[in-house]
């Protein structure tokens, strides 16, 4: 049988909840958990068996003038990873992806722009409850790439050491037999060789259309994707297939 060890309470009701949660993959006692206001905690469970307090926060500074109905949605975070070092922490909110070091808690060290295209389109996602939605994040084992899904079953990779700028969309499809898109005019990065269903969507950056110039289908989301642990693997589940690429 399991027994409760610790018990992490939030003093809140209904206005803030647990999102997501992680141990610290090598000191056991150590656990960060995000929450719907976007922020991020870490707690010593050697301190109390109730961790209704925390020994660090983490969370992003909101710009002076940026307020909106929308800003505590998309600052949700879905969720949250560790690094393999234990030192950076990976969050997903709706957004962004971001970078923290846990002894850096006055905010990210990295930012990477995962659905900024889709903020004149707020109400849209609102009222067809896609903002809603809880994409997951991964990095690799040697911590110099991040991973998170989007919709139309593409998922993005950016590169997190000091000076990247690779910043590279790909998508899981169904049949491997399509015909490819046209390719961009950037010079692939490293993970432009991933082998498998997998190709580099021009314009998906920013133009907020595919591969074949359709606006993206907001009902095929690649919600799940997880990197192995030693090596440079992806598994991606798109709808009812799972797939698998390798760089």
């Keep these: 049988m399991y027994f409760p060890v610790c018990m992490i309470r939030l003093l809140f ?38 961790c209704d307090t925390h020994s660090k926060l983490f969370e992003g500074q909101e710009a002076p003038g940026s307020r909106s109905f929308f800003t505590e949605i998309i600052a949700s975070i ?15 909110d709706y957004m962004t992806l971001k970078l923290w070091d846990i002894n850096m808690d006055s905010g990210p060290v990295a930012t990477f722009q995962v659905h900024e295209y889709l903020r004149p389109k707020l109400c849209d996602l609102y009222e067809n409850d896609s903002i809603f939605d809880k994409f997951e994040c991964c990095l690799s084992g040697n911590g110099l790439r991040v991973a998170t ?30 015909r490819q898109g046209q390719a961009t005019s950037r010079p692939s990065r490293s993970l432009g060789n991933l082998s498998g269903v997998v190709r580099r969507v021009k314009g998906a950056d920013n133009s907020g259309v595919d591969a074949n110039g359709n606006a993206f289908d907001f009902t095929s989301k690649l919600l799940h994707l997880a990197w192995h642990p030693t090596e440079n693997s992806i598994a991606c589940a798109a709808s009812n297939s799972l797939y698998m690429y390798y760089a």
């Design 13 to 50: 009701i209904l206005a803030e909840v647990i999102t997501s949660a992680e141990f610290h993959p090598t000191h056991c006692n150590m656990l960060a958990y995000s929450s719907s206001k976007g922020s991020i905690r870490l707690i010593d469970m050697r301190q109390s068996a109730l």
């Design 78 to 92: 879905s969720d949250i990873k560790f690094a393999k070092d234990g030192r950076h922490i990976l969050s997903r």
């Design 149 to 178: 899904g989007s919709y139309s079953n593409l998922f993005r990779v950016f590169g997190c050491s000091e000076g990247s700028t690779e910043a590279t969309t790909l998508e899981a499809s169904k049949n491997p037999m399509r």
